[in-house]
């Protein structure tokens, strides 16, 4: 494929001048196999960083870095840890610096930044002698490695951690008391349980809103349940401000303005939503299922579930994000690939993504370790029953253009946040959204004209 020249971002402008860099590079020793018995050569150190710091995180990576270590004693992890809301502009600072740790997380929509910048390993050479390559899902495969990688940049350069995707948490007591049916419904209904569980007196807010970093995100949900999933026609022109669309969001920021979440959480970002519904302050959280983990520690069991997102009010179909949380790549600065690649085996391993995903709650994406009934039972059963649908669609890429990163991490939060703060009218701020992307989507098409526009995808358990 034809490769862009990348600059850096607004974001990464920001970050390079508001961050520092952490410590320097890996240890300049020779890289080598396993030492003979007996030798007296020091161990090659790898530094590994998690991008969503977390006790719960910390625990699983803990098991997971003691069981790689004895298995390979040549080899010692130096884990780091960076909170989700820094990450990308630390990422971006390290990149920018050569000093991105040997094993990187990146998110999935950081991917084309990541690979135009050239920070990051194709990984295939490595990929094609390792041992549980054929046991990925179906989904991980056709979807997270070929579609979205190896058909755009014509390598794997990132190995998902698990499957991500989003269920509606639900308070079950107010939801009995409002009248509201959560079994089968539509955005609409979802709409408008945000307003019938709304209580001011009782301090009870309809839904825990999303105002700050990824508030864009939130309102995609709606938006591709308006476009039959799509981002762009065939020509490249952004879907997003239609009249369907421009009219559902409309209804979502009005959540805000009229009371059916705190007027704080305009300020809120992952952590500040989710303490909201943990706490009793909201009724309904748009979520992943790794926040299940924080509901069982702060509500009783009878007093929330997962629902199935809402279907389309348009086609009944249920458009969803399936992703992946923070996949594995080897840094092209690191000096020890080989041995950074080593343990990427492993932490993509049944053994490794058992533990990974039962500690966090995450969906695996090794079929070995899927085959667990922890997966498909409890509180996980609510993502488990919806991979079930035969009308579950996987969101399409925003697109495969390195300025991807600036919409997500700086434009398009900023354009919500002032459709919030009543600035600019919902169908403004769509049309700008929709400018962005589709300016950027069609330079992309013009200089990659093989790689196809991003679709939707078909997402049942026979998938993945």
């Known amino acids: 494929m034809k490769k862009r020249l990348f600059s850096i971002t607004l974001a990464g402008m920001m970050a390079l001048s508001l961050l520092a860099g952490c410590g320097g590079g890996s240890s300049s020793q020779a890289e080598s196999g396993s030492a003979p018995e007996g030798s007296s050569t020091e161990p090659v150190t790898i530094r590994f960083m998690d991008n969503m710091a977390s006790e719960v995180r910390d625990r699983a990576y803990a098991e997971i870095i003691a069981n790689f270590e004895a298995a390979n004693p040549d080899i010692k992890i130096e884990y780091e840890t960076v909170p989700w809301d820094q990450s990308h502009s630390k990422l971006v600072t390290l990149g920018s610096t050569g000093t991105m740790p040997d094993v990187v997380q990146v998110h999935p929509t950081w991917i084309s930044e990541f690979v135009n910048a050239g920070w990051l390993v194709g990984l295939d050479s490595y990929m094609e002698n390792y041992e549980y390559k054929d046991?990925?899902?179906?989904?991980a495969q056709?979807?997270?490695f070929d579609e979205t990688q190896r058909d755009v940049y014509g390598d794997l350069y990132v190995v998902p951690d698990?499957?991500?995707?989003?269920?509606?948490?639900?308070?079950?007591?107010?939801?009995?008391?409002a009248g509201v049916d959560y079994t089968d419904w539509t955005w609409s209904e979802f709409l408008d349980a945000a307003h019938k569980m709304t209580d001011p007196e009782q301090n009870r807010y309809g839904i825990s809103f999303r105002g700050a970093r990824s508030a864009y995100h939130q309102a995609m949900f709606l938006l591709y349940a308006q476009t039959g999933g799509r981002i762009y026609d065939e020509e490249g022109n952004c879907l997003i401000n239609s009249l369907e669309c421009v009219e559902i969001f409309d209804q979502y920021i009005n959540l805000y303005k009229e009371g059916?979440?705190?007027?704080?959480?305009?300020?809120?970002g992952f952590s500040e939503m989710c303490s909201a519904f943990t706490?009793?302050?909201t009724g309904m959280l748009n979520q992943t299922c790794e926040v299940i983990d924080m509901c069982n520690q702060s509500l009783e069991d009878d007093q929330w579930t997962v629902a199935m997102l809402p279907k389309s009010d348009l086609?009944?179909?249920?458009?969803?994000?399936?992703?992946?949380?923070n996949g594995y790549a080897i840094a092209q600065n690191s000096e020890h690939k080989d041995a950074a690649w080593r343990f990427i085996e492993y932490l993509s391993s049944p053994e490794a993504a058992s533990i990974y995903c039962k500690t966090n709650l995450l969906i695996p994406i090794q079929k070995e370790a899927l085959e667990d009934e922890f997966f498909t039972t409890g509180k996980m059963a609510g993502y488990a029953e919806m991979f079930k649908q035969d009308n579950l669609m996987a969101w399409p890429e925003l697109g495969y253009f390195p300025e991807v990163g600036e919409f997500r991490e700086t434009f398009a939060d900023a354009e919500v946040q002032?459709?919030?703060?009543?600035?600019?009218?919902?169908?403004?701020?769509?049309?700008?959204?929709?400018e962005f992307l589709t300016t950027y989507q069609k330079q992309y098409m013009q200089e990659n004209p093989d790689v196809p526009v991003p679709m939707p995808k078909v997402a049942t358990s026979s998938a993945l």
């Open 135 to 139: 046991g990925f899902t179906e989904y």
């Open 142 to 144: 056709n979807v997270l």
């Open 162 to 177: 698990a499957i991500l995707t989003n269920g509606i948490f639900i308070r079950t007591d107010w939801a009995e008391e």
């Open 260 to 268: 059916c979440t705190p007027q704080d959480a305009i300020n809120w």
């Open 279 to 281: 706490s009793g302050l």
């Open 315 to 325: 086609d009944g179909k249920i458009y969803n994000e399936i992703s992946f949380s």
């Open 418 to 434: 002032k459709c919030m703060q009543g600035q600019q009218t919902a169908q403004e701020t769509l049309d700008k959204l929709a």
